[in-house]
């Protein structure tokens, strides 16, 4: 079993900057990422930011390309992600997602409770 925690949601001012953070614990983690899901958009609408995958390296979606950096430690179990040049549009909520195997080797999805990022104009 996965358990995840996410730090450092809150208002931001559009224009800044902002880490969002992620600790898990577990074992035979093999990605850790993170997700959007935009304001009146169900949890199966989430969006992916960007993740970090043992043998797929980082992945980004093409809206985050640029703006959007993650970052992994696989010793430590964290993930960050940091949104620069924010925008009112990037208001939302943003989920940690862990991929890891379970004791009889299925790949399994853990999710965070979520972070709420709100970006005023």
């Known amino acids: 079993q996965v358990q995840l925690v996410e730090s450092g949601g809150g208002l931001v001012h559009a224009g800044g900057s902002l880490t969002l953070s992620c600790a898990a614990s577990?074992?035979?983690?093999?990605?850790m990422g993170w997700y959007y899901q935009a304001p009146g958009k169900s949890l199966r609408e989430r969006e992916l930011?960007?993740?970090?995958?043992?043998?797929?390296?980082?992945t980004y979606s093409d809206y985050a390309k640029g703006r959007f950096s993650v970052s992994r430690d696989v010793a430590k179990n964290t993930a960050e992600l940091q949104i620069h040049s924010l925008e009112p549009t990037d208001t939302g909520v943003y989920y940690c997602?862990?991929?890891?195997?379970?004791?009889?080797?299925?790949?399994?999805?853990?999710w965070g409770k979520g972070t709420l990022v709100t970006v005023s104009s």
């Open positions: 997602k862990v991929e890891a195997r379970n004791p009889v080797g299925y790949l399994m999805n853990y």
């Open positions: 577990g074992n035979r983690i093999s990605a």
């Open positions: 930011v960007g993740i970090i995958d043992d043998t797929e390296g980082t």
